[in-house]
């Protein structure tokens, strides 16, 4: 069993940035992966940013150049670091990690960009 647990989402304008934090129950090095889901209105879930097994980061396209995944295997917690956010970037952000072949999610965090 993995507990996540999001936080540092919040209202911004366009244009500023925010970064999410999720605190991961076990050894990160023990997930398959881990990484950031987007959850907006309407629109189906959908990943934005992953970390895999082998360390790599793999984003979505419209985050790349904007969004940053780093974890810190010592606090077992992962980042999302939100910069230039737009509009488009609002809805609820899951944290999610994959372990033993199933799949983990936080609660979520909201995020909202005004324009």
């Known amino acids: 069993q993995v507990q996540l647990v999001e936080s540092g989402g919040g209202s911004v304008q366009a244009g500023g940035s925010l970064k999410l934090s999720c605190a991961v129950s076990?050894?990160?090095?023990?997930?398959?992966?881990v990484g950031w889901y987007r959850q907006a209105p309407g629109i189906q879930r959908e990943s934005i940013a992953t970390?895999?097994?082998?360390?790599?980061?793999v984003y979505a396209d419209s985050v790349k150049g904007r969004f940053t995944v780093s974890k810190d295997n010592a606090k077992n917690t992962v980042f999302l670091q939100m910069n230039d956010l737009e509009s488009e970037d609002t809805g609820v952000y899951l944290c999610?990690?994959?372990?033993?072949?199933?799949?983990?999610w936080g609660q979520g965090t909201q995020v909202t960009v005004s324009s």
């Open positions: 999610s990690a994959r372990y033993v072949l199933r799949r983990y």
């Open positions: 076990i050894y990160l090095p023990a997930l398959e992966s």
């Open positions: 970390i895999t097994g082998s360390g790599s980061p």
